[in-house]
């Protein structure tokens, strides 16, 4: 199941999105389907020599063959907001009050207006998603819990094997890496605050 098409249907965000409910950092789908979100680092593979992409490519292979189960790889790529980011930059002149440090601020803003100027400066982040489909009966959540979190931990494992940092995304990062897919404009300008996402949580408003 992909969990993020999107239909031209006017249907609301909930159905859309297929997601029942988040429940201790899980994903609750129709049908007792499952997901679990892990946020990962990534390899520059070309910068690494002959003899280290050789052993990155076996190991991965081994990583590949101890799956317990099948994964979904998402890149998220994003425009950096520039603009934002040299507004927070600026704000710490008013702190300083040497006229070197204060310049310092000015000519590395003017370097990075420079820099990017015509340019888009892109973000990419790296996401494994684990499903899990419990098929019998009996839907205790605990125990749902438990055989994921087992499936996730052998990947984890993997994963760090290769090199890579990985931590599973709690259900606030969750509710904001959707926000932040369906609201790609307002994302940049109305960040989503762990309180906001906790009040909607709470009025069951998602």
């Given at each position: 199941m992909w969990l993020l098409s999107k239909s031209n249907r006017k249907v609301s965000s909930?159905?859309?999105?297929?997601?029942?409910?988040?429940?201790?950092?899980?994903?609750?789908?129709?049908?007792?389907e499952y997901r679990l979100a892990i946020e990962t680092s990534s390899i520059n593979f070309e910068?690494?020599?002959?003899?280290?992409?050789?052993?990155?490519?076996?190991?991965?292979?081994?990583?590949?063959?101890?799956?317990?189960?099948?994964?979904?790889?998402?890149?998220?790529?994003?425009?950096v907001d520039i603009d934002r980011y040299l507004e927070e930059i600026s704000k710490t002149k008013v702190i300083e009050k040497e006229k070197?440090?204060?310049?310092q601020i000015d000519n590395y803003c003017q370097f990075i207006k420079?820099?990017?100027?015509?340019?888009?400066?892109?973000?990419?982040?790296?996401?494994?998603?684990?499903?899990?489909q419990h098929l019998d009966g009996n839907k205790d959540f605990n125990l749902i819990k438990e055989q994921i979190n087992l499936n996730r931990d052998i990947i984890l494992r993997?994963?760090?094997?290769l090199g890579m940092?990985?931590?599973q995304l709690d259900g606030l990062e969750i509710l904001d890496l959707f926000y932040s897919f369906y609201n790609s404009n307002q994302a940049?300008?109305?960040?989503?605050?762990?309180h906001a996402i906790?009040?909607?949580?709470?009025?069951n408003y998602v």
């Open positions: 909930r159905k859309q999105i297929r997601i029942k409910e988040v429940k201790d950092a899980i994903l609750i789908l129709p049908n007792n910068l690494k020599s002959e003899e280290e992409q050789d052993v990155l490519i076996d190991s991965f292979q081994n990583f590949l063959n101890s799956l317990p189960c099948k994964l979904q790889i998402l890149v998220r790529v994003r425009e070197v440090y204060t310049d420079n820099l990017v100027s015509g340019n888009k400066i892109l973000s990419r982040r790296f996401y494994v998603v684990v499903p899990y993997g994963l760090e094997k940092k990985a931590k940049k300008t109305q960040e989503l605050k762990g906790q009040a909607l949580i709470t009025n």
